[in-house]
């Protein structure tokens, strides 16, 4: 019989070295910013649109960068997600600089982005205070029935239900749980560096609400000319999804004492523009 080589039976595996599935640099796994103009200088933000999902932020976002004295570098997103993988709690220097760098700008100009899942997340609110201090932070409300609504009828529209239904319904449910996410944003930021609009006031008075963001983040509050306030962006497009009697009833009574506790934090808050329980 041949001689069995020493090993034989063994199974062995090559695996490249560690070294090589690591990223070469800190910022390396992070979002990229875009080349800037030249003359443009990077910063922190001067405004971060922090939610809500489904709430007419895109919409909202595009009337902020219509004003003359806002600049954003070409290929900047409306939602950057910077920290969305952040949740460690680590934040360098160079990755705070590699986050202004998507903030480039002209001199007497203002930047910033709109993500609105930075109230949401739990991590998010410390690290963008730690990246932006001085920022002003822009929340839109909507009534959390009808965000369920929207914000379920873009993911069957995306089939990104998730594993179950149950769980989507679940997770669309807790983002319109409002006053935790706002007390988290307190938490981390001055009560006057947030402002929160409710969604049903800028559809009924664009131009009012929209002044009022102007000044809150420190532009001149007249709108430019013909630009057109009431015009929609990225709204919902084909049928929403339906919800039976029982379930609109059952999310309009869920809701009620959260959205009275978000009253007594909002007192401006006009819960008679939501639903309400009969």
């Given at each position: 019989r041949r001689?069995?080589?020493?090993?034989?039976?063994?199974?062995?595996?090559?695996?490249?070295?560690i070294?090589?599935?690591?990223?070469?640099?800190?910022?390396?796994?992070?979002?990229?910013?875009?080349?800037?103009?030249?003359?443009?200088r990077a910063g922190p933000p001067d405004y971060v649109g922090v939610g809500t999902a489904r709430s007419g932020t895109t919409w909202w976002d595009s009337l902020v960068r219509a004003h003359p004295r806002v600049s954003r570098p070409e290929g900047t997103p409306k939602?950057?997600?910077?920290?969305?993988?952040?949740?460690?709690?680590?934040?360098?220097?160079?990755?705070?600089?590699?986050?202004?760098?998507?903030?480039?700008?002209p001199?007497?100009?203002?930047?910033?982005?709109?993500?609105?899942?930075?109230?949401?997340?739990?991590?998010?609110?410390?690290?963008?205070?730690?990246?932006?201090?001085?920022?002003?932070?822009?929340?839109?409300?909507?009534?959390?029935?009808?965000?369920?609504?929207?914000?379920?009828t873009l993911a069957e529209n995306r089939l990104t239900v998730g594993s179950t239904a149950r769980?989507?319904?679940?997770?669309?449910?807790?983002?319109?749980?409002?006053?935790?996410?706002?007390?988290?944003?307190?938490?981390?930021?001055?009560?006057?560096?947030?402002?929160?609009l409710q969604y049903e006031r800028c559809v009924a008075d664009p131009a009012?609400?929209?002044?009022?963001?102007?000044?809150?983040?420190?532009?001149?509050?007249?709108i430019p000319d013909g630009l057109d306030v009431a015009a929609r962006v990225n709204a919902s497009r084909g049928p929403k999804i339906t919800l039976s009697a029982w379930q609109e009833d059952q999310l309009v009574r869920r809701y009620a004492p959260e959205n009275e506790r978000l009253a007594t934090l909002l007192p401006e808050l006009d819960l008679s523009l939501w639903r309400l329980p009969a």
């Amino acid at each position: 019989r041949r001689p069995v080589p020493s090993g034989a039976g063994r199974l062995f595996v090559r695996r490249p070295p560690i070294i090589d599935s690591m990223p070469t640099s800190p910022t390396e796994s992070l979002p990229q910013p875009p080349v800037a103009p030249a003359g443009w200088r990077a910063g922190p933000p001067d405004y971060v649109g922090v939610g809500t999902a489904r709430s007419g932020t895109t919409w909202w976002d595009s009337l902020v960068r219509a004003h003359p004295r806002v600049s954003r570098p070409e290929g900047t997103p409306k939602e950057v997600h910077f920290f969305d993988s952040c949740w460690q709690g680590a934040l360098s220097q160079a990755e705070i600089d590699h986050f202004h760098a998507f903030f480039a700008r002209p001199d007497g100009h203002l930047s910033g982005e709109w993500t609105p899942g930075y109230m949401l997340d739990v991590w998010t609110p410390a690290l963008l205070h730690r990246a932006a201090p001085e920022a002003r932070l822009l929340v839109l409300l909507r009534d959390p029935v009808e965000r369920f609504r929207s914000g379920r009828t873009l993911a069957e529209n995306r089939l990104t239900v998730g594993s179950t239904a149950r769980a989507a319904a679940n997770a669309a449910f807790n983002r319109g749980i409002y006053a935790d996410q706002l007390l988290r944003l307190w938490a981390a930021f001055p009560r006057e560096q947030v402002l929160a609009l409710q969604y049903e006031r800028c559809v009924a008075d664009p131009a009012g609400e929209l002044r009022r963001t102007y000044e809150f983040i420190g532009l001149e509050a007249e709108i430019p000319d013909g630009l057109d306030v009431a015009a929609r962006v990225n709204a919902s497009r084909g049928p929403k999804i339906t919800l039976s009697a029982w379930q609109e009833d059952q999310l309009v009574r869920r809701y009620a004492p959260e959205n009275e506790r978000l009253a007594t934090l909002l007192p401006e808050l006009d819960l008679s523009l939501w639903r309400l329980p009969a």
